[in-house]
């Protein structure tokens, strides 16, 4: 066993106050931000006022974001807010998000520079890995350890292993992150990191924006990650600076002799933009080399692909198009701040000319929730993250998952394909 540490051993080491920690081992750990949303987060106050809890650790380190079915869709989501609401103003917990305020939790937390590389956050909400981008551990927990974290500011993980990600070469046109986690996803299986932590490294990486690094940690999770996670660079640290956040990020690097369960090299000019077929993420294949699949709906948006060079690429594709008769191209910025820079750049009105149809930031249609749920028989090709059976809506309903591009492409022509076809 060498004495070297990943990235993600040093991270949790620092937590945990401990010189080295090693995997399987089981440490307690210091949360820096613990978040919940309104699917999840009435479930962690409802147990704080089960224990008879009064006190949160810090009430600037818990985060609560209304973005699942709000605007608010129906009576128990309208009572879920108010819950959220009531606890956010008996903590004094500043950072509480609904109405205009409010974007996808994974988008708004780092836009605001609520987490820093360096940190240790905990969220429940399984795509909490989104923040391993900037440098951060970062990973899914239920609302009863979450209740636990905002209560004593700490909580207990098991180190992870390390698998280590490897993405050479210069990539092919259209081919962006979203292709390359789909396509590392499809070689290894939706269980093929199960409880470890993916590391994605290598100059293929390192010549990805943060909005495609983002998206890549986003869907670690689909491969049974613990956390996904990239050492921060100037990018990142520019993208910090742009926050205007004035705490110091803490930086991390994984020692040459850090210890891998298995290194995993990946030459990224092989691959074209992948699409996942029904029902799961590992399903993936190329998008040349599929028969003529028909589409009724198209989805641009969510935690994984609704930041603004998500919308520049949806928009470069639906500039003087329209969108098939056949299809409802829906499209969800990711937080008000990304709506008002797609609106700047003229965006907005290049997706109402098409005929698509313009959402509030929200998760929307993702996870079945609303503005965009499926079907029976209806097949929808979407930026999300999951595709799993009744995903977005009836259980005989399909989706697909693909890039912004190919989302885009498929729209205008009413089945699945690239821009090549366009």
């Not at 109402?352 to 929307?364: H, I, K, N, T």
């Not at 499926?374 to 009836?394: K, P, Q």
């Amino acid at each position: 066993m060498g004495m070297g540490m990943t990235i993600t051993e040093k991270i949790i080491a620092t937590h945990a106050h401990k010189e080295r920690v090693a995997p399987g081992e089981l440490v307690q750990v210091k949360v820096d931000l613990a978040l919940a949303n309104d699917i999840t987060a009435p479930l962690s106050i409802k147990e704080l006022e089960k224990y008879g809890i009064e006190k949160i650790f810090d009430p600037r380190r818990v985060v609560l974001v209304a973005d699942h079915n709000t605007p608010c869709k129906d009576i128990p989501s309208a009572q879920n807010v108010k819950l959220m609401r009531d606890f956010a103003r008996k903590h004094g917990i500043p950072y509480f998000f609904e109405g205009g305020t409010v974007g996808i939790e994974h988008v708004l937390l780092p836009e605001l520079g609520l987490v820093l590389p360096g940190d240790l956050v905990v969220g429940a909400d399984s795509h909490t890995c989104t923040y391993g981008a900037l440098g951060a551990f970062s990973t899914g927990m239920g609302s009863t350890d979450i209740a636990a974290a905002w209560a004593l500011g700490e909580t207990w993980l098991k180190v992870p292993e390390s698998l280590k990600f490897v993405y050479e070469g210069e990539r092919r046109p259209f081919v962006t992150g979203k292709d390359f986690i789909l396509f590392t996803i499809g070689q290894i299986g939706v269980d093929g990191a199960r409880y470890c932590a993916m590391e994605f490294t290598g100059s293929a990486i390192a010549a990805l924006s943060m909005d495609e690094r983002f998206t890549m940690a986003n869907m670690a999770i689909e491969a049974g990650a613990k956390n996904g996670i990239m050492a921060a660079d100037e990018k990142t640290l520019s993208y910090v600076r742009a926050t205007g956040v004035t705490r110091e990020p803490k930086l991390y690097f994984s020692d040459p002799e850090a210890t891998y369960r298995q290194v995993f090299t990946i030459d990224v000019s092989q691959i074209e933009p992948q699409v996942a077929l029904p029902h799961l993420p590992e399903n993936v294949r190329s998008v040349g080399s599929l028969p003529r699949i028909e589409i009724q709906q198209a989805v641009i948006g969510s935690c994984t692909n609704g930041r603004i060079e998500d919308l520049r690429m949806a928009a470069s594709i639906l500039r003087g198009q329209k969108v098939h008769p056949g299809v409802r191209l829906l499209i969800f910025p990711g937080s008000p701040r990304v709506l008002l820079e797609a609106e700047k750049e003229g965006l907005l009105r290049i997706f109402l000319e098409a005929g698509a149809v313009l959402a509030p930031p929200s998760c929307g249609p993702c996870l079945g929730g609303h503005l965009g749920v499926l079907a029976e028989g209806e097949r929808c090709i979407s930026t999300t993250n999951r595709n799993f059976v009744g995903r977005m809506g009836h259980v005989k309903s399909e989706v697909y998952l693909a890039n912004p591009y190919v989302a885009a492409s498929s729209a205008i022509l009413g089945y699945i394909a690239g821009p090549d076809r366009l």
